[in-house]
């Protein structure tokens, strides 16, 4: 019994281990993704350099998270997911570890850079093996289960930075230290994983059509496609800086009079980390939950219904600045319809792939709209944060966020539950 017939019967032990292994995978980027959000201040301590320069890590980890996704996409379009996926996870891995024994601030970030290319490949790779593999009709479910490993991993960031930091009272290298742990778990669960089906087919597919993976990602119909998708993640990718990434920072912080500006406030780095703990929480409630409405009514839909709730919730999201600690509940609650949307991606990205470039197609998509989204939505935001209008920037900014994204969803096309690795999918996508 296969993952594409299966309906609501139970998972093999392949399709459990190869899902599995995703979720780690993905959840273990977001974790090492999110330690130098953390540990901004440590670092900048510790090398004795700006805040805006240790900012620079994070954008240079996003810069070659496009070139990880290509590279590692490619790979796995030729040779299977399997293999590529193995090097993936031991790269980032290795590479997120040796941060641990950085000796200066220049090999920092060029560790951090290299950790970009291996967090680029990961999703990727990992969305594809796993949607191939899962049953059709549950598909929903087990995207918004993927896709919530990364507010998990950003949830295990907090609270091993409350434990490492806090408690115990040790360095931020302890955090870049402990990370390899569960990337080794996840090596060892991949490499127990067989082959994509899909892949194997597909491969047969285009050697008996005499097909190439150039023709296919040169078809006018597959460019027009992948420009529109990168569209989509933009919005998507500013949407979630704009509620997540950024909150709590530091133009947050400072602009309800915390860190700096608000000694005595009461708001602890250990309180803020229990406050992403909590935001984390709503966002996996919300992937899990409208990735799995999404199976009943369609992709696009349950992201206009995502999009509708955000929208809602926006007044008391942007201006929680007057509600003290309680801000907390409105932030909360904007996490479940923001990673709701999210939790649909992992599954629509990958039925709107053919399938002889699934490994690079979703990928490298999601990873251009996120460095497109950064280059214009973190710039806008750290101006805004030197403004005393701040909460009214901030709602500005989601709302052409969630504006944009609905727009886009609303006018494009789905493929809910389409078979992969059918001849109809080798070449070209069925749309609905």
Known sequence: MTGQSAGHERLTSDQRNSFLAAVLGWTMDAFDHFIVVLVYADIAEDFRVSDTEVAFIMTATLLMRPVGALLFGLWADRVGRRVPLMVNVTFYSVVGFLCAFAPNFTVLVILRLLYGIGMGGEWGLGAALAMEKVPAK??????????????????????????????????????????????????????????????????????????????????PKVIRRFVYLVL????????????QDAHPGPGFLNAIGVGDAGAGSGMTPSLVAWIAVCNNVGAIIGALGFGTLSDKFGRRSTVLLCALLALALLPFFAFFSFLGVMFLVPSVLMQVPVLGAWGIIPAHLTEMSPDAIRGCYPGVIYQLGNCLAAAFSLPIQEAIADTSVYPLALGGTVFLALFAATTLAVAGKEANGIRFGSPATTSAVTES
């Open 232 to 243: 989509l993640m933009t919005a998507f990718n500013w949407m979630s800086y704009a509620t």
């Open 138 to 219: 549950r598909r929903g479910f087990f995207s918004g289960l993927l896709q919530a490993g990364y507010p998990f991993g950003y949830l295990l960031a907090s609270l091993a930075s409350v434990i490492v930091l806090s408690w115990a009272g040790l360095s931020w290298r302890w955090l870049f230290g402990l990370s390899i742990i569960p990337a080794l778990i996840s090596l060892i669960i991949r490499a127990r994983v067989k082959e994509s089906a899909v892949w194997q087919s597909t491969r047969e597919r285009l050697r008996a059509t005499r097909t190439s993976m150039k023709d296919i990602l040169f078809d």
